[in-house]
T-cell receptor
Framework: GAVVSQHPSRVICKSGTSVKIECRSL??????MFWYRQFPKQSLMLMATSNEGSKATYEQGVEKDKFLINHASLTLSTLTVTSAHPEDSSFYIC????????????FGEGSRLTVL | GIQVEQSPPDLILQEGANSTLRCNFSDSVNNLQWFHQNPWGQLINLFY???GTKQNGRLSATTVATERYSLLYISSSQTTDSGVYFC?????????????FGQGTILTVHP
């Protein structure tokens, strides 16, 4: 399989601040990465697609100015939650495929954000 | 969009028991994956199985794409099998990275 890693695993911040989460592909290059969100006791939903060297594409209902995505290299995508509010508290998890034609996705460990 | 339904929502077993988890989906799919989410939240890949049957140790899975369902079998369950099991599909005509997840089956295995 492929290894995807996230950092930090947990973050607590005050309302109004911004938080950056990193997603790295450790043993392969990923021109595309995917950011998902999971609310407590719920399932995962795709938020956005991160494209290396170009703008991210966002799913309907996801605010692009709230969730800034940067994919500056073939192994790193970052998600910045700007001006965080308590309702942004969630589990954010990224994924990528080491064989896009194959389609199997591998997920990072996830990052649990708590906004006070 | 595509609908994914998993059953049962909750399952409680004694160690050593066998179980079958089901995933029904409402449309054709390019991809189907089964995951185990551990207590720390990490998603562990179990199977990539858009069709056919696969086995990995005590786990096996079967997808019948024409009938739009997949089954995950767990044999001789262990306490470490506890957690949430998700089925996720990639619907035809969508980006390969867009998985639609079911609501999950919460499995608890007692010693």
């Amino acid at each position: 399989g492929a290894v995807v890693s996230q950092h930090p695993s947990r973050v607590i911040c005050k309302s109004g601040t911004s938080v950056k989460i990193e997603c790295r592909s450790l043993d392969f290059q990923a021109t595309t990465m995917f950011w998902y969100r999971q609310f407590p006791k719920q399932s995962l939903m795709l938020m956005a697609t991160s494209n290396e060297g170009s703008k991210a594409t966002y799913e309907q209902g996801v605010e692009k100015d709230k969730f800034l995505i940067n994919h500056a290299s073939l192994t790193l995508s970052t998600l910045t939650v700007t001006s965080a509010h308590p309702e942004d508290s969630s589990f954010y998890i990224c994924s990528a495929s080491n064989a896009p034609g194959n389609g199997e996705l591998f997920f990072g460990e996830g990052s649990r954000l708590t906004v006070l | 969009g595509i609908q994914v339904e998993q059953s049962p929502p909750d399952l409680i077993l004694q160690e050593g028991a066998n179980s079958t988890l089901r995933c029904n989906f409402s449309d054709s799919v390019n991809n189907l994956q089964w995951f185990h989410q551990n207590p720390w939240g990490q998603l562990i890949n179990l199977f990539y199985i858009p069709s056919g049957t696969k086995q990995n140790g005590r786990l096996s899975a079967t997808t019948v794409a024409t009938e739009r369902y997949s089954l995950l079998y767990i044999s001789s369950s262990q306490t470490t099998d506890s957690g949430v099991y998700f089925c996720a599909v990639n619907a035809g005509g969508t980006s390969y990275g867009k998985l639609t997840f079911g609501q999950g089956t919460i499995l608890t295995v007692h010693p």
